[in-house]
């Protein structure tokens, strides 16, 4: 069984810039939630999608976004990069929504200079 | 305001040398305490829920267990490959979401 895929696994920005990250979700799994780890302020929630609509949300600003396909892929977007956007940023899948057992995919490290 | 602490930040420990690792929260409406291991340059992986004070848990050489304010997270005889952050999140009915802690970064040396 395939685990959370999240590509591109690195990449390097600039500031100004923006950048989309992908996740595919472990079959089946209808849920997706995005988490930005930094080594300062630990693992925090973004966004949680369930069936393509935004079921919750984090205190990030509206910089980041993100969406969900029909077939429970799942994008982010951070749109004029800031130095401080650098860090990695995880995926997690689970077969519903607000289920607090996931998987988390092994995240897109993103650099911002 | 919902707030989880972690201690020790980093641990070093000899093989077989047992300890334990605490996690203290303050969460309105808590709806599981969860433990996830972390290996560098992955993501975190799923260990343990706990809902009730005074449930446990056993994985191999790992022992969860709550009580209303905090969790223990007890290493009996570790090994090299449990060498890992140790992440502490107690779930929110309020928010509906995970409070990670910062995690205790555990090194057993051979």
């Known amino acids: 069984k395939a685990g959370v895929t999240q590509t591109p696994r690195y990449l390097i920005k600039t500031r100004g810039q923006q950048v989309t990250l992908s996740c595919s979700p472990i079959?089946?799994?209808?849920?997706v939630s995005w988490y930005q780890q930094t080594p300062g302020q630990g693992l925090q929630f973004l966004f949680e999608y369930f069936s393509e609509t935004q079921r919750n949300k984090g205190n990030f600003p509206g910089r980041f976004s993100g969406r969900q396909f029909s077939n429970s892929r799942s994008e982010m977007n951070v749109s004029t990069l800031e130095l401080g956007d650098s860090a990695l940023y995880l995926c997690a899948s689970s077969p519903f929504s607000g289920a607090n057992v996931l998987t988390f995919g092994a995240g897109s490290r993103l650099t911002v200079l | 305001e919902d707030q989880v602490t972690q201690s020790p930040e980093a641990l070093r420990l000899q093989e077989g040398e047992s300890s334990s690792l605490n996690c203290s929260y303050t969460?309105?409406?808590?709806?599981?305490l969860f433990w996830y291991r972390q290996d560098p340059g992955k993501g975190p992986e799923f260990l343990f829920t706990?809902?009730?004070a005074g449930e446990e848990k056993e994985k191999e050489r790992l022992k969860a267990t709550l009580t209303k304010k905090e969790s223990f997270l007890h290493i009996t005889a570790p090994k090299p490959e449990d060498s890992a952050t140790y992440l502490c999140?107690?779930?929110?009915?309020?928010?509906?979401?995970?409070?990670f802690g910062q995690g205790t970064t555990l090194q057993v040396k051979p």
């Open positions: 999140a107690p779930g929110s009915s309020n928010t509906g979401k995970l409070i």
């Open positions: 969460v309105s409406g808590l709806r599981g």
């Open positions: 079959s089946g799994h209808r849920s």
């Open positions: 706990l809902y009730s």
